[in-house]
């Protein structure tokens, strides 16, 4: 079982969604798992149904395109899942309601299965059904929401995001998801609860174009003004080149941590533990991996294990001391650029390097599902990372520092919102957590900060300088005095 699916039935997942709804409970987007009330799940496939339908088509979806809409990703569904288990025929759950679809209707569209056609007639404007109260389950069983979810991701999100991280800065990848609802399916993507495993993604990925192109060849009036872009589809990844096409930009864009975009072809198309996605259904453990493991793998320092079992008294935790602090006692603060959650210290040069934090309207949704991911695991980097930070900036000023040097970008020049946000991630941290390698770097820092301010001239500096300042100020005003005496 996938760490994302072990947290999410313990008790302590519940307490954090109870306490952060806005950060754990799926706003416009709801996968199988957590469909919401029969409205939300609606709603939700029409979402879902406007980005496929955009994705395959390059049009947008207005009211009246919404219907085709709709049956277009139903019917896609009934055929991916086919193809999936070949020789299948579609297992579609159909209630009564949409069995008593009027015979009128069924001959209108000669193409279509009775739950496509109610999903075209249901809480639409004009509709022959009657109330919105009496709709359907149209999109089947649970093995069906599954493939829905799944084609909605691979097809209509994750393609979109592929193409627009093609060799852009990360801020202008944002531009693309400025208005309120895009930036509510970008950050329910990421949330625990909408996870999907890899095996599903990479089923779907094999078998779309050739389910759409299925669907262009079936003689129905439902879909003949699309059949030019039903026929014309292309994906533009396969199972091979998901990891560096698809995986690798996800990871990029939504890494609580600044990061250069790496070549796409850097890499072999692994997962992290070395397994081709060919043979990902050989592998039970890497088939249940979703993008949320993916991108806590991404994060993660990649440590030797001689260096990582050295540690410091045994894997002490120590405490960073603030932004201030450091840098009275000489401390260099520099951002890291490789996107992972990584400590670095020079005692020689006094230089910290400290992963780039970017400030975005994801970021308290991807910090605190990550936290949630590792909760229950003995390593918890990310985890360690906040807590660090939230020692860092025991106030704005420390932002400011922190701003300047690098070490975090977006959010106002006054570090207030960084500032913020970093004690309320930190307030549902476990403590005490450890990253024996981030630990060892913490423990270098302490051991210099401490020895430095030992220093007479270092710990009492601010003072220092302030009477040396009046004494010269002083001194100028008594030669100036006798000067003019004289």
């Keep these: 079982m996938a760490p994302?699916?072990?947290?999410?039935?313990?008790?302590?997942?519940?307490?954090?969604?109870?306490?952060?709804?806005?950060?754990?409970?799926?706003?416009?987007?709801?996968f199988t798992r957590d469909g919401g009330s029969g409205i939300d799940r609606r709603n939700s496939l029409w979402v879902k149904a406007a980005l496929v339908y955009e994705s395959i088509t390059g049009l947008h979806v207005n009211d009246g395109a919404k219907p085709v809409a709709t049956s277009l990703l139903l019917r896609l569904a009934d055929a991916c899942r086919s193809r999936i288990h070949a020789g299948q025929p579609p297992q579609t759950k159909i209630s009564t309601a949409v069995s008593d679809v009027p015979k009128e209707m069924l001959e209108v569209n000669p193409g279509a299965s009775p739950n496509v056609v109610a999903a075209q007639n249901v809480g639409v404007g004009g509709n022959q059904l009657g109330k919105t109260a009496d709709i359907p389950d149209e999109e089947g069983s649970d093995e069906n929401k599954r493939v829905i979810d799944a084609i909605f991701l691979v097809v209509g999100f994750l393609r979109r995001l592929s193409k627009a991280a093609v060799g852009i800065r990360r801020d202008a990848v944002d531009e693309g998801f400025k208005s309120t609802h895009m930036q509510d399916i970008v950050t329910d993507v990421i949330k625990l609860e909408n996870q999907l495993p890899l095996k599903l993604l990479l089923d779907v990925v094999d078998h779309v174009e050739g389910a759409i192109r299925g669907i262009a060849a079936t003689p129905s009036s439902e879909f003949e003004e699309l059949k030019k872009f039903l026929e014309g589809y292309k994906l533009g990844f396969t199972r091979a080149t998901f990891f560096d096409d698809v995986v690798r930009p996800f990871c990029w864009y939504y890494s609580p941590f600044f990061n250069r975009q790496l070549p796409a072809a850097a890499a072999p198309p692994k997962v992290a533990d070395g397994?081709?996605?060919?043979?990902?259904?050989?592998?039970?453990e890497t088939a249940v991996r979703t993008l949320l493991d993916f991108l806590h793998d991404s994060v993660v320092p990649v440590v030797p294990r001689a260096a990582s079992e050295k540690g410091t008294g045994g894997g002490k935790t120590s405490r960073m001391p603030t932004a201030r602090e450091l840098n009275r006692?000489?401390?260099?603060?520099?951002?890291?650029?490789?996107?992972?959650?990584?400590v670095e210290f020079d005692d020689t040069s006094a230089k910290l390097r400290l992963p780039a934090l970017v400030y975005d309207f994801k970021l308290a949704t991807v910090a605190r599902n990550l936290l949630a991911r590792e909760y229950e695991e003995q390593s918890k980097p990310v985890t360690r990372y906040f807590q660090m930070m939230n020692e860092l900036v025991e106030e704005a000023a420390d932002t400011r520092i922190l701003r300047r040097a690098g070490a975090v970008r977006g959010g106002g020049t006054s570090g207030t919102e960084v500032h913020q946000l970093v004690k309320r991630i930190d307030g549902y941290a476990?403590?005490?957590?450890?990253?024996?390698?981030?630990?060892?770097?913490?423990?270098?820092?302490?051991?210099?900060?401490?020895?430095r301010m030992q220093n007479f001239l270092?710990?009492?500096?601010?003072?220092?300088?302030?009477?040396?300042?009046?004494?010269?100020?002083?001194?100028?005003?008594?030669?100036?005095?006798?000067?003019?005496?004289?």
């Excluded at 397994?275 to 039970?284: E, H, R």
Aim: avoid cysteine; charged fraction near 25%.
């Design 4 to 30: 994302s699916e072990t947290m999410l039935e313990s008790a302590a997942y519940g307490r954090m969604r109870a306490a952060n709804p806005s950060e754990f409970v799926p706003r416009s987007v709801f």
């Design 329 to 342: 006692s000489g401390v260099r603060i520099a951002p890291g650029e490789d996107g992972r959650a990584a």
């Design 275 to 284: 397994q081709l996605l060919d043979n990902v259904g050989d592998n039970s």
């Design 458 to 486: 270092v710990r009492y500096r601010p003072g220092v300088i302030w009477a040396s300042s009046v004494a010269a100020v002083s001194v100028v005003a008594i030669v100036a005095a006798r000067r003019n005496r004289g």
């Design 430 to 451: 476990t403590y005490p957590s450890v990253f024996m390698a981030m630990d060892v770097q913490i423990e270098k820092v302490r051991q210099f900060h401490d020895k």
